[in-house]
T-cell receptor, first 111, second 112 residues
Framework: SQQGEEDPQALSIQEGENATMNCSYK?????LQWYRQNSGRGLVHLIL?????REKHSGRLRVTLDTSKKSSSLLITASRAADTASYFC???????????FGKGTTLSVSS | DTGVSQDPRHKITKRGQNVTFRCDPI?????LYWYRQTLGQGPEFLTY????????KSRLLSDRFSAERPKGSFSTLEIQRTEQGDSAMYLC??????????FGQGTRLTVV
């Protein structure tokens, strides 16, 4: 089963543009995490935001969390061709159950 | 410690055979997760351990799947009587509590 749902499913942009991906989840969470996966490779952790945080930055990444709407967004600024990958959100819920992933957003950045 | 290690990286098996995969987590991590991923989909949760205790198992997991984590260190995932629908990438991850999870490169299973 998957708790999170990313939107859009696919996104195509030009280098230098910003990319925004959204994630919705169902249950109350302790934290929400974003991961990247390059084609045929393993998942790489990008950023974790806790339930008492509203915004977090890491380099060109900005994540927001709205617990009232059960949603999060990932913004990648000044995108590069190397950002081409699938991006997943994953939530760790308050019941202490497993980290559950969404279906992902496939980002294509063309030069 | 160089990260989460999975073995083998690839496995081709005939339908009906049993297979076993191994995962070695980051040593100080108490949680270990198993996921399955098919093309174009997100990782699908299978089961997870906190130390040696198996705390949760997906309802989607049939009785043909079993996982162990003896002594709270490495873990094995066994699939009995494999079916073609079991073909997928099997991912292992570990974490300290519910903090960020670190993934291995996965074991790609092909059932022919």
């Amino acid at each position: 089963s998957q708790q999170g749902e990313e939107d859009p499913q696919a996104l195509s942009i030009q280098e230098g543009e910003n990319a925004t991906m959204n994630c919705s989840y169902k249950t109350s969470i302790n934290n929400l995490q974003w991961y990247r996966q390059n084609s045929g490779r393993g998942l790489v952790h990008l950023i974790l935001i806790r339930s008492n945080e509203r915004e977090k930055h890491s380099g060109r990444l900005r994540v927001t969390l709205d617990t009232s709407k059960k949603s999060s967004s990932l913004l990648i600024t000044a995108s590069r061709a190397a950002d081409t990958a699938s991006y997943f959100c994953a939530s760790a819920n308050q019941a202490g159950t497993a980290l559950i992933f969404g279906k992902g957003t496939t980002l294509s950045v063309s030069s | 410690d160089t990260g989460v290690s999975q073995d083998p990286r690839h496995k081709i098996t005939k339908r009906g055979q049993n297979v076993t995969f191994r995962c070695d987590p980051i040593s100080e991590h108490n949680r270990l997760y198993w996921y399955r991923q098919t093309l174009g989909q997100g990782p699908e949760f299978l089961t997870y351990f906190q130390n040696e205790a198996q705390l949760e198992k997906s309802r989607l997991l049939s009785d043909r799947f079993s996982a162990e984590r003896p002594k709270g260190s490495f873990s094995t995932l066994e699939i009995q009587r494999t079916e073609q629908g079991d073909s997928a990438m099997y991912l292992c991850a570990s974490s300290r509590g519910d903090s960020e999870a670190f993934f291995g490169q996965g074991t790609r299973l092909t059932v022919v």
